[in-house]
């Protein structure tokens, strides 16, 4: 079998060989807002989405093609590369860490299965590029927490987190020994208006703007001084396809890049939503997902991605709390939440 080697020709691929994309996972938190900013920059037509469980919402099946694809199957995901010429993948689809703890065959099964599907296919078909995510998840209780480094400790605790690890792992060797383009970011916590999460452990920064708007109280399910990194999602966006567009010559990372933005605790989230729902109460409810928060960074330190391709958030806390709560009000408003 003969095979591409990373100084054979990834240098020459540039962003405009970028012209059919799959998104897997189009139905999910990150994968659905990703799929219309994709289709806004790539043409409607060139952006197919992919989802499996959730249904898809009415935006993303009317402004572009849509396929159901299971990625722990090969040949489906195989199927729709060859129907669309696809030449990029954004592989968005995954199980995450609080359903991870609940499920860790399924988790290994959807994580791992299908991150080698895709490299495998990225690989047969000679695809410009493939986009992997990680997570904050790939750190453990050994790794230092404060100003978390880019080369450190990856020694989770939970199976999310261990297929993260292999992930990045498998990722930067089909870079290095099949000379597949690979790219990933490791997300902090994600906070988003348009679709909910599913399943993380980072869930409760965003389930407590919905029950500040619809309800005025919140039951967090971490305690309230524990802090994590987060990032809100046109942050999140903007640095995915920034990545993915950078220079391969610049990266001297691929599938692992550290990614900040802000931190807070569960406690100064909740006071800087009462700032503008001021009868808004939240009390604290630990529940399994507390050690799997206790085991991960507080704060992150970015800078081989600001170094590398130039990642430079726009989002603060209150930014932030002020955009999620103007965006949820008028959706609260118009009955869609
Ligand atoms: N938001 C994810 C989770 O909580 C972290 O990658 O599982």
Same mark, same amino acid.
């Given at each position: 079998m003969e095979y591409r080697y990373s100084d054979g020709g990834l240098s020459k691929m540039s962003k405009d060989d970028m012209k059919r994309i799959l998104v897997t996972g189009s139905t999910g938190q990150i994968g659905?807002?990703?799929?219309?900013?994709?289709?806004? #920059?790539?043409?409607?037509?060139?952006?197919?989405?992919?989802?499996?469980?959730?249904?898809?919402?009415?935006?993303?099946?009317?402004?572009?093609?849509? +396929?159901?694809? %299971?990625?722990?199957? #090969?040949?489906?995901? +195989?199927?729709?590369?060859?129907?669309?010429?696809?030449?990029?993948?954004y592989h968005m689809a995954a199980v995450l860490s609080g359903v991870g703890e609940q499920k860790p065959l399924l988790c290994w099964d959807v994580n791992m299965n299908g991150l080698h599907n895709i490299l495998e296919i990225a690989r047969e078909h000679s695809l410009t590029r493939v986009f992997c995510p990680s997570s904050i998840a790939v750190f453990g209780p050994e790794t230092p927490n404060e100003n978390t480094p880019q080369d450190t400790i990856l020694k989770p605790t939970t199976m999310y987190g261990v297929t993260k690890v292999a992930g990045e792992l498998l990722g930067n060797y089909y870079v290095?020994?099949?000379?597949? =383009?690979?790219?990933?970011? #490791?997300?902090?916590g994600i906070i988003s208006s348009e679709?909910?999460?599913?399943?993380?452990?980072? %869930?409760?920064?965003?389930?407590?703007?919905?029950?500040?708007?619809?309800?005025?109280?919140?039951?967090?399910?971490?305690? +309230?001084?524990?802090?994590?990194?987060?990032?809100?999602?046109? %942050?999140c966006i903007k640095g995915t396809i920034q990545l993915m567009e950078a220079d391969f010559s610049k990266l001297k990372h691929h599938a692992d890049f550290n990614l900040a933005s802000m931190s807070f605790s569960a406690k100064e989230l909740a006071d800087e939503i009462k700032k503008h729902i001021p009868d808004f109460i939240c009390d604290y409810k630990p529940d399994? #997902?507390?050690?799997?928060? %206790?085991?991960?960074?507080?704060?992150?330190? =970015?800078s081989a991605a600001r170094e590398e391709w130039g990642w430079k958030p726009d989002y603060d806390l209150s930014r932030m709390v002020e955009d999620m709560i103007e965006k949820l009000t008028v959706k609260y408003e118009k009955g869609l939440i």
């Open positions: 659905s807002e990703l799929t219309v900013e994709l289709r806004k #920059r790539y043409g409607n037509d060139n952006v197919v989405a992919a989802g499996h469980r959730r249904k898809p919402s009415e935006t993303l099946v009317s402004t572009g093609p849509y +396929e159901t694809i %299971d990625v722990t199957k #090969r040949e489906e995901i +195989e199927r729709v590369v060859k129907k669309y010429d696809i030449d990029t993948i290095k020994r099949f000379g597949v =383009d690979v790219r990933g970011i #490791r997300y902090p679709t909910l999460p599913g399943g993380g452990t980072t %869930d409760y920064a965003v389930e407590i703007f919905y029950a500040a708007i619809k309800e005025k109280k919140y039951t967090c399910f971490v305690k +309230e001084d524990t802090v994590l990194p987060m990032m809100y999602m046109p %942050d399994f #997902r507390q050690e799997i928060a %206790d085991s991960w960074p507080r704060t992150i330190d =970015d």
